[in-house]
């Protein structure tokens, strides 16, 4: 069965931390995404990776940053938490011409 | 500037009739659209997608239609059940455009019994 796990389900961070958010797929797609989702805007692209290393900004990217180091996980980084990064987020992964495997979602609160 | 639309927030239906739920795209060049279904707290698990060689693409109760001169997609659900109660969107991407997809703000369907 195919598995998109995020690391946490449910963050409380202070403004000004630095907060990790982790992502890993067990399908061995070359596509992996980042979105947040809230409440009347959707799920809007923060940042995307094609391959190992590479990375793309989606239309929300300021604030975050991304890793991809190995193939199989995809990290979004706050380097600053602001309270305005209070949101759903939610990692997937793609497979060609089929569809987005999205994880549970990493709900985080900053105070 | 949206490129994904649901202009409907929220849709009521009664089970066993229809729900129709719609999805207008800017870009002309998306090629690949595809629906997700999202209960609260959970991650959005994936119903049923389309290519824009098709008009019209079923899987058991979903059937999802694509009007490409429109830029119109929707998907019907027949028959409704109350299972079915959730937020649900739609997505579009360029397949030659690194597989980005866009997501619409979706629309929140209740089922009612």
């Known amino acids: 069965d195919v598995k998109v796990t995020q690391s946490s389900r449910y963050l409380v961070k202070r403004t000004g931390e630095k907060v990790f958010l982790e992502c890993v797929q067990d399908?061995?797609?070359?596509?992996m995404f980042w979105y947040r989702q809230d409440p009347g805007l959707g799920l809007r692209l923060i940042y995307f990776?094609?391959?190992?290393?590479?990375?793309e900004k989606g239309d929300i990217p300021e604030g975050y940053s991304v890793s991809r180091e190995k193939k199989e996980r995809f990290s979004l980084i706050l380097e600053s938490a602001s309270t305005n990064q209070t949101s759903m987020y939610l990692c997937?992964?793609?497979?060609?011409?089929?569809?987005?495997?999205f994880g549970e979602g990493s709900r985080l609160t900053v105070l | 500037d949206q490129q994904v639309k649901q202009n409907s927030p929220s849709l009521s239906v009664q089970e066993g009739r229809i729900s129709i739920l719609n999805c207008d795209y800017t870009?002309?060049?998306?090629?690949?659209f595809l629906w997700y279904k999202k209960y609260p707290a959970e991650g959005p698990t994936f119903l049923i997608s389309?290519?824009?060689?098709?008009d019209k693409n079923e899987d058991g109760r979903f059937t999802v239609f694509l009007n490409k001169s429109a830029k119109h997609l929707s998907l019907h659900i027949v028959p409704s059940q109350p299972g079915d109660s959730a937020v649900y969107f739609c997505?579009?991407?360029?397949?030659?455009?690194?597989?980005?997809?866009?997501f619409g703000s979706g629309t929140k369907l209740n089922v009612k019994p």
């Open positions: 997937a992964s793609y497979r060609l011409l089929g569809e987005l495997f």
């Open positions: 389309i290519s824009s060689i098709k």
């Open positions: 870009n002309s060049m998306f090629d690949y």
């Open positions: 990776s094609y391959d190992v290393k590479m990375k």
């Open positions: 399908m061995d797609h070359e596509n």
């Open positions: 997505a579009g991407t360029a397949r030659n455009n690194f597989n980005k997809f866009y």
